[in-house]
């Protein structure tokens, strides 16, 4: 190893790694702390993947040689050791819910207090019942009343007698969660500690959204195996949710559709000649394609307007379908909200125009910022996930930081203790 | 005999789980809501038979209107767009009305397990509004069967277009629509009907309708048919429905019953009926009705089916039927024969209704393109599923949505 690469090693736990583990493709992000406490991502990964189903791991074996090969290869690139990752978790398995509950201020004064908070946040979360199987990925607050009174964001200060608390929960199947953590740590045997795990619609809303973005917005993180999206109202998450339908989807209809064998080739035409809108104009255009047939090469032709109506159909049917479920719970808190659109199928065409006549809504991709540096390849909307990683890693220790005070105080705690 | 209950009870906040039948007497809660001039008209029709065991609600944006009608529970939508005066026959009035009222048309149809729409599509508040309700109501776990009328055929080709556009709106929204062209309701009429006798049919249809599956549901049979059958038959199968019914008395009552169900406009169309995936028949019995009387009849109306048909039975003993047999058949197509949306350019996003889009030919005559036609109906089972072989299906709706969208909405290709 090179002497660059013994002196990064050194800090190496000061880089933030993001690692999205997807069905198409494996992405790592690696940003870093300023000195002046703000982000900079220093640089990305991008890999196949093998052995993943919807999120989910399929094939072990098949999938930690690629989890292995990305954690290689961007070693070597980036000379630089990978010692935590912050996870990206996806499945069909995750729901949500938002839960309300209640405590007592305990103090005799009736000032909130950080352990109120607690106590509150915990009896809400405790009314999600979750059964054995099941574990919370998060708790995150939403909003708290003060005996009945106007909701605040934050009740710590405050005088009061009853705090009821709200949040919302991210919970998945135990099993399924810890599936992909047992393929990092066991089976690639590289000395890797998870950081946190963090649900990837969840991650990606972190990525793209600026914080007035909050006020009203739905993230919409279309991947190759799985869609996930992140409704965020008046600056919270409200609800957030997954539907195991992705681009693969797109070029599984292609295949049947249009009697395409090989799924590379199918997947070429997509990218090709990708449209999610029927055009009129392209009524009578042409797709001419050279196929590799037994004796020699052949051009085959396909309709444009049949390639369009296959995928018209098929997002169409997905977007409505989270549609319906998002306006079955937060319709009267939508207005004027945006749909930032996150993944490798947002580039496809007509994808924004289709999604805003869905919605009724304006959308737009959702590009990833609120960091430093020139990595422009980050700022691409499929690297949301990634990138919402370290950003959710940097907010977290910066929050760890600020509670441990400044250096002297955590020399003082040192000494003392 | 063992106690029957079709829904698990108010307490289950989703749909009813079908294995979950706990011993209580509860019953399906049913709402018959009509939407529009034509469909208050229909349940009035209800209220003056004296029908009272479901609830009932007008809903219309003309105050007028519904201040002549006499179903007690009345909801007026749209007052701010339409102040009170009704839709002016423009069904983006009708749509914005109803979702301008949407947690009022919520709170109504609240805590059903069965709900029935009657409208007459081709106007304003009927065309607009009734999807929103459908699936306002579907969105709350309610099986939603709507029962609507096309306009006359002279009426105009506007009409005409604004229903159909209406129609796939609602055949969207929800989980079974039911539709009678008011030609063929005027040849049932006969040509000497007045022209107030000619829609009579309408209101006698829905008002017969929903008191023989009332009855289908509320009764123990001696092979029970439930609302889980019911919903088995009507939930999302983007086909069309048919329904009949029809009642013998004397020694030939099942010649009469059958004929009489077969000849309903909605059922007398022998080639759906071949094609139907599944269907329900009903038959309310007094205890004379012999065995071999109750096979003759079943032998019959299996013919009317095709080889494929998955055929539900349900004797229901009721001693009131003395020498008297009633019939009731629920059918359903597996095959779309109004496009879904997408084929002939026409989207229908959210209720929205596009008229411009739409035009009439389109909706009966097949598509003609250039390029040979493929019918893009395969079967199911034998699709590839690509990568998703092995992987978890994603169902939703009872829809495996692994399988290719435009397949399931029977999406035509022009080439291959």
Known sequence: ???????????????????????????LAIGETCPDGSLSMVGSHVVESQGISKGEVQNQERACEAIARAFTETE??????????????????????????????????????????RAAMDSASSCAQLGGDRAMIHTMRCTFELDGGPPLTNPVGHIGGTLKAEVHCIHGQATRIQNLSHCLCEKIGANVEIGNSVFSGFASALAVLEPEDKLGAIVIDLGGGITEYAVYLRGMLRQSGTLGVGGG??????????????????????QKAGGVMVEPGDRDKEVSFASQEFL???????YLEDIQRILHARMHETLRILRDRIFARNANDLNGATVFLTGGCSHLKGMTTLAQSVFDMHAKQGIPGGFEGQEEHLRKPEMATAVGLVKYAHVQRQYESKRAGPWWNRMWRAVSG | MKPKNFMAGGEEASRPASARRAPSEKRVRIKVVGVGGAGVNAIDRLVEDGFDQVGLLALNTDAQALANCMVADKLQIGERITHGLGAGGDPDVGRQAALEDAEAIADAVRGYDLLFLAAGLGGGTGTGASAVVARTARDQGTLVLALVTLPFSHEGAYRDRVARGGLLALQDAADAVICIPNDKLYDLAGADASVQQGFAPTDAF???????????????????????????????????????????????????????????????????LQRAECALVAVTHGSDFKMAQFRELMKRVSEKFGPQ??????????????DRISLLIVASTGKSVLPASGRAGARVADGEIQTSTLNPSSVSVPFTGKGKI????????????????????????????????FIRRKIQLRQR
């Open chain 2, 309 to 322: 048909t998955a055929c539900k039975q349900g004797p229901i003993v009721d001693e009131n039927f003395q």
């Open chain 1, 76 to 117: 070597n690139n980036l000379g630089i050791g990978i010692e935590v990752v912050e996870l990206a978790i996806t499945g069909s398995h995750i729901a949500s819910g938002t839960y309300t509950g209640h405590a007592n201020v305990q103090s005799e004064e009736g000032e909130v207090a950080e352990a109120d908070v």
């Open chain 2, 374 to 405: 493929r019918q893009g109906v395969l079967n199911l089972n034998e699709v590839f599923r690509g990568s998703f072989e092995g992987a978890e299906r994603t169902v939703v709706d009872g829809e495996d949505l692994d399988l290719p969208t």
């Open chain 1, 296 to 302: 020699g090469d052949r051009e085959k032709v396909y």
């Open chain 1, 1 to 27: 190893m090179s002497l660059v690469n013994a002196i990064l090693k050194r800090n190496r736990s000061d880089f933030l790694v993001g690692l999205d583990i997807g069905t198409s493709s494996i992405k």
């Open chain 2, 206 to 272: 829905l008002s017969g309708g929903v008191r023989k599956i009332w009855r289908m549901l509320g009764t123990t049979g001696l092979i029970n048919i439930d609302f889980a059958d019911l919903r088995a038959v009507l939930k999302r199968r983007g086909g069309e429905t048919l329904v009949g019914f029809g009642d013998g008395e004397g020694p030939d009552k099942v010649e009469k019953a059958l004929e009489s169900a077969l000849a309903s406009p909605l059922l007398n169309d022998s080639e759906t």
């Open chain 1, 249 to 270: 989807h797109l070029v599984n209809d292609l295949m049947v559709g249009l009697g395409i064998r090989q799924r590379r080739r199918a997947e070429k035409l997509l």
